[in-house]
Antibody
Framework: EMQLVESGGGLVQPGGSLRLSCAAS????????FNWVRQAPGKGLEWIAY????????YYADSVKGRFTISRDDAINSLFLQMNSLRNEDTAMYFC????????????WGRGTTVTVSS | SYVLTQPPSVSVAPGETARITCGGN??????VHWYQQKPGQAPVLVIC???DRPSGIPERISGSNSGNTATLTISRVEAGDEAAYYC???????????FGGGTKLTVL
C-alpha cells in the first residue's frame, strides 16, 4: 500500500522553528516529485513547496519563500520541511503529497501533522 | 498570480446531479484536477487531468474542461458524497501549484 506519514508538528512560539518529516512507503520514492500543502483551521488548501525528483529544482509559494526549505533524502525515502521564522498565520495542518508531474495531480496524501504557532 | 474561482457551496437532493464549477483564465491549456475532502480527513484525488478517474473512484464522478471553466459532475448523488471539493492546476508561468477556494457540497 502506498503511504505517506507526516511527523514533527507541534506548538511553537512566533519566530521559532520546526522541522517536519514525511516517511514514504509502498512505492519507489526516488522516482517521484513531492509537495507540502497546508490547510489553516476552517480554510482551504494552500500549496507551499515543491521538490522535483532527481534534481535540485525547488519551488515555493510567496507566503513561505525565504523562511521554509523543502528537502528530500532518497536513501531513507523521506521528505522534509524546515520551517523558520514562524508566524501565527503558519498555524495549519501540513500534508505531504506525491506529485504525478506538472500535468498530473497529487495522487497520494499523508494524513497530515498539525503545526500551531502561538505565544 | 493565477486564481481559481469556485462557488463556496452547492446543495443537491439525493439522486440528483451536482455540478461544481472552477473558473480560471485560459483553462483550456491546463490540466485540471479535483479533490474530495471529508471532515477530519486528507483530500483524495477524484479526477486527474480534466476527466480521468483514478482507480477506485466511481463512474458517477466525472470532469470536463472547456474555455475558462472546468466542471466536476457527480451523478446520482449520495449522502456519502457530502464533502468539500477543490480544483487544482499547475501554473506554468509561475511554477506554482494553485488550488481553488473549495466548494462545500451539501446533500439535502
Amino acid at each position: 500500500e502506498m503511504q505517506l506519514v507526516e511527523s514533527g508538528g507541534g506548538l511553537v512560539q512566533p519566530g521559532g522553528s520546526l522541522r517536519l518529516s514525511c516517511a514514504a512507503s509502498g512505492f519507489t520514492f526516488s522516482t517521484y516529485s513531492f509537495n507540502w500543502v497546508r490547510q489553516a483551521p476552517g480554510k482551504g488548501l494552500e500549496w507551499i513547496a515543491y521538490i522535483r525528483r532527481g534534481t535540485s529544482v525547488l519551488y515555493y509559494a510567496d507566503s513561505v519563500k525565504g523562511r521554509f526549505t523543502i528537502s528530500r533524502d532518497d536513501a531513507i525515502n523521506s521528505l522534509f520541511l524546515q520551517m523558520n521564522s514562524l508566524r501565527n498565520e503558519d498555524t495549519a495542518m501540513y500534508f505531504c503529497t506525491r506529485d504525478e508531474g506538472t500535468a498530473g495531480g497529487m495522487d497520494v496524501w499523508g494524513r497530515g501533522t498539525t503545526v500551531t504557532v502561538s505565544s | 498570480s493565477y486564481v481559481l474561482t469556485q462557488p463556496p457551496s452547492v446543495s443537491v437532493a439525493p439522486g440528483e446531479t451536482a455540478r461544481i464549477t472552477c473558473g480560471g483564465n485560459k483553462f483550456g491549456s491546463k490540466s485540471v484536477h479535483w479533490y474530495q475532502q471529508k471532515p477530519g480527513q486528507a483530500p483524495v484525488l477524484v479526477i486527474c487531468c480534466d476527466n480521468d478517474r483514478p482507480s477506485g473512484i466511481p463512474e458517477r464522478i466525472s470532469g470536463s474542461n472547456s474555455g475558462n471553466t472546468a466542471t466536476l459532475t457527480i451523478s446520482r448523488v449520495e449522502a456519502g458524497d457530502e464533502a468539500a471539493y477543490y480544483c487544482h492546476v499547475w501554473d506554468y508561468s509561475s511554477n506554482h501549484h494553485v488550488f481553488g477556494g473549495g466548494t462545500k457540497l451539501t446533500v439535502l
